[in-house]
């Protein structure tokens, strides 16, 4: 049984003021909700990350101009602390965001601008990595579940040089909603529905425009989201299953599977099986080269070259 909205919503994720006035447009006059199809599923890879941290690659560099803005994602969870006892010990980044949402265990953060914080059940770092840092993730238990994702997210080619920052959300600052009694959402980034997320940037300072969301499912019911028509998205499945439903068609989406959206389409309809979680997460190309070298993301090889000279020259200090 899928619950439905009547007319399309504005994610609130627009490029500019011309994209809002338009999507305001689109809102009053009612819109008929198109859903998106499935491009591709995409299972991700058995790997090892830090100091031996077990984790799945989901997203990787074979799709990161597909999904531009985003270059990575990870899925870390585990009940052995041989498999995250090591933690992610100091390493450098430099030209784009982490975004780390941990959903068990807890991770402590220090970089080398000064920031540091318990990242706790439920919560969200968003680290933006800027001309450089080196930071740490160190987890804070000896034994339980520790489980989360990190998100990277690119920066544009005139901010990939700005300081270091980054915010510390615990779970009691991630708005949350209903639309449904048995379908709970999780707001991180962007807008759903109406709903500020935790994190809302101006687009004009960060045009990624990020929309990152945590939807949860208790029984067989539908969730409805609005996607801009020029970002890029995907879901990923961490409990059960769903599906994707576009007009007549409807495609099963399985556990710890990545799903990319096609371009067509206002939305996304989503049906959960009973106890599914799944991320839901889109945002609007930079359309520009992407340069990478382990943890650094730049626009030119030689951009590339001076991020290695000034970490080994001590520029990411502080």
């Known amino acids: 049984m899928c619950l439905s909205l009547n007319a399309f919503n504005n994610s609130g994720n627009d490029l500019d003021q011309e994209n809002h006035a338009k999507s305001q447009t689109m809102t009053s006059s009612k819109i008929p909700f198109q859903g998106?199809?499935?491009?591709?599923?995409?299972?991700?890879?058995?790997?090892?990350?830090?100091?031996?941290?077990?984790?799945?690659?989901?997203?990787?560099?074979t799709h990161q101009r597909r999904l531009d803005p985003f270059l990575m994602l990870d899925n870390f969870g585990s009940d052995d602390p041989n498999d995250y006892g090591g933690g992610f010990p100091d390493h450098p980044h430099r030209g784009f965001e982490t975004v780390t949402y941990m959903i068990a265990g807890r991770m402590r953060h220090k970089?080398?601008?000064g920031h540091e914080g318990l990242l706790q059940n439920g919560g969200v770092q968003w680290m933006t990595a800027g001309r450089g840092v080196v930071h740490s993730e160190m987890p804070e238990q000896e034994e339980g579940v520790m489980e989360g994702f990190q998100l990277w997210l690119n920066l544009p080619s005139f901010q990939k040089m700005c300081p270091p920052a980054y915010e510390d959300i615990q779970s009691h600052g991630i708005p949350e909603y209903q639309p449904h009694e048995s379908i709970k959402v999780r707001v991180i980034a962007g807008?759903?529905?109406?709903?500020?997320?935790?994190?809302?940037?101006?687009?004009?300072?960060?045009?990624?425009?990020?929309?990152?969301?945590?939807?949860?499912?208790?029984?067989?019911k539908c969730f409805q989201q609005a996607l801009n028509a020029l970002?890029?998205?995907?879901?990923?499945?961490?409990?059960g299953h769903v599906s994707v439903i576009s007009g007549e068609e409807k495609t099963t989406v399985n556990l710890r599977s990545m799903a990319i959206l096609q371009n067509e389409g206002n939305g996304v309809l989503i049906e959960g099986s009973p106890g599914a979680k799944v991320l839901l997460i889109a945002g609007q190309p930079l359309n520009e080269p992407i340069a990478q070298y382990g943890p650094f993301v730049m626009n030119t090889r030689d951009e590339l070259i001076q991020a290695v000279d000034d970490f080994r020259a001590g520029l990411f200090s502080g």
Not at 231 to 239: P, S
């Open 36 to 61: 998106r199809r499935i491009e591709q599923q995409v299972t991700g890879q058995a790997t090892r990350d830090g100091d031996g941290v077990k984790l799945t690659r989901v997203l990787t560099q």
């Open 111 to 113: 970089d080398s601008a």
């Open 231 to 239: 970002h890029n998205a995907f879901l990923f499945v961490y409990r």
């Open 191 to 220: 807008e759903s529905q109406g709903v500020q997320g935790a994190v809302l940037r101006p687009a004009a300072l960060f045009p990624t425009s990020p929309l990152y969301l945590d939807i949860h499912f208790e029984e067989e």
